[in-house]
Nanobody
Framework: QVQLVESGGGLVQPGGSLRLSCAAS????????MGWFRQAPGKEREFVAA????????YYADSVKGRFAISRDNAKNTVYLQMNSLTPEDTAVYYC????????????????????WGQGTQVTVSS
């Protein structure tokens, strides 16, 4: 199995920054694709960002482009999400997810492509 543990969430003022971390472990972990998703109250889970291990390609939702950055440390099996210029609309539970592979770029943001999920970490942006 694969375990994903997120950390780094919290309360931040609008315009502030947070960095989320997701540590992966388990015998079946390959880390082919690591992704971040979020879910606000009453809304569906939505794609935020993803990173391919081989090639290093990154993908972002339009709503976070230019403000968020995904990165990873393969030696530590950890993926990060640096979030800048946060707004109240970014308030959500943020989830880390992983898939061995996502063959189509068009599907990189689909929740159905990811096999394992973390428990989530709450991010609240409020003054």
């Amino acid at each position: 199995q694969v375990q994903l543990v997120e950390s780094g969430g919290g309360l931040v003022q609008p315009g502030g920054s947070l960095r989320l971390s997701c540590a992966a472990s388990g015998r079946r972990f390959s880390g082919g694709v690591m992704g971040w998703f979020r879910q606000a109250p009453g809304k569906e889970r939505e794609f935020v960002a993803a990173h391919r291990r081989f090639g290093g390609s990154t993908y972002y939702a339009d709503s976070v482009k230019g403000r968020f950055a995904i990165s990873r440390d393969n030696a530590k099996n950890t993926v990060y999400l640096q979030m800048n210029s946060l707004t109240p609309e970014d308030t959500a539970v943020y989830y880390c997810a992983t898939a061995d592979t996502v063959t189509s770029r068009d599907n990189i943001g689909s929740v159905y492509e990811y096999d394992y999920w973390g428990q989530g970490t709450q991010v609240t942006v409020s003054s």
